[in-house]
């Protein structure tokens, strides 16, 4: 992934720029030309994240995690299942339009608030002396406080757009209900909802389904009908999306990740364990949810645009908002169902 130049409170415009060593994840091969971002797109990916069909990364583009998200609200709404933006679909979606694809916000100081991490520990056991597997920089920051990547967030204002207190930046129209937060929930929890903007008014799950075919998580509440949907990573060949019937064992916000080689066919049995201090960059995100498989899990990632894209090992990732939400749909006992 390419690393971002730090905004250090807001002095430094945003931008990219190659990663110092260590800084960040491996460099991928170059991905070829996206198309342009469309408004009207992202508009249409903003009000199914705000209905909580989520396409993943709001990036106003079409792609295989829009199409999903369109399917789910579509089968949810009864209308004819295309996957598309059809008439039929935009007509439904336009009692929504008071949501609207973008909105100006003006930066405040804890939208700018670290701590930030850089450069980025490559090594599990340098990252357990951290105090937090925090994000890199306030632009990472701010992306996943709307639902989207740093490159869309310089998409919609510009390179020379600067990141600091009282300045107007654009943003996707992520606008969620204010409060609504349990009572039990602690404040660190709490903090780190509002970071993704995520809001406490979430439909009540009786059971959840993972499709390995459609990478989608759903939710289906106590009538029996789908609430919400989800993109998400399932698995791998060599570590499989584990089918069958099983429960959720409980939430874990904010958890430290227990670092075992001995789990990773990919890591040498030989590199010692670590214990990682919780963070939205820790493998598992913001949050873990148990199952009662051992080893298993549904969580977050600190890679949201690899959702439904890469392999995971075996576990049920979303991205750290999605997760974050889903967490306050399921409780200790919720059937989790995973299918081909």
């Not at 100081?109 to 105090?131: C, D, N, S, T, V």
């Not at 106590?222 to 069958?244: E, N, R, Y």
């Amino acid at each position: 992934m390419r690393a971002l130049i730090f905004a250090a409170m807001g002095v430094t415009a945003l931008g990219f720029g190659l990663p110092a060593a260590g800084q960040g994840a491996p460099q991928s091969k170059p991905a070829a030309a996206k198309p342009a971002l469309d408004r009207d797109v992202l508009h249409v990916q903003v009000i199914l994240d705000h209905l909580g069909f989520s396409p993943g990364i709001l990036d106003g583009r079409e792609g295989q995690s829009l199409t999903a998200a369109l399917r789910g609200y579509q089968i949810s709404r009864q209308l004819p299942v295309t996957g598309k933006i059809d008439q039929r679909t935009l007509e439904s979606l336009h009692e929504h339009r008071a949501v609207r694809p973008t909105r100006i916000v003006r930066l405040t100081p804890e939208m700018l608030a670290g701590p930030f991490i850089r450069p980025w520990p490559k090594e599990p056991q340098a990252q357990a002396k951290l105090k937090t597997m925090g994000y890199r920089s306030a632009i990472e920051k701010l992306a996943e406080m709307f639902h989207t990547t740093p490159q869309v967030l310089i998409e919609l204002n510009s390179p020379e757009t600067r990141l600091a207190v009282g300045v107007p930046v654009q943003f996707p129209g992520v606008n969620p209900a204010a409060g609504g937060y349990p009572a039990d929930i602690k404040p660190e929890w709490r903090k780190t909802l509002a970071d993704l903007n995520v809001g406490g008014a979430q439909p009540k799950a009786a059971r959840i389904v993972v499709d390995k075919s459609d990478k989608v998580l759903r939710v289906f509440g106590k009538d029996g009908k789908l609430a919400a949907q989800f993109s998400v990573t399932t698995g791998s060949t060599k570590d499989p999306l584990p089918i069958g019937s099983w429960k959720i064992n409980g939430v874990s916000p904010n958890p430290d990740f227990h670092y075992n080689p001995k789990l990773f066919w990919d890591v040498s049995d030989k590199k010692p364990d670590a214990l990682l201090p919780p963070g939205p960059n820790s493998p598992v995100g913001v949050v873990w949810i148990d199952l009662n498989k051992e080893h298993y899990g549904i969580h977050g990632t600190p890679e949201p645009q690899t959702i439904g894209r890469t392999e995971s090992h075996g576990c049920i990732r979303l991205t750290n908002w999605d997760a974050a939400r889903l967490a306050l749909m399921v409780d200790a006992g919720t059937t989790a169902v995973f299918q081909e």
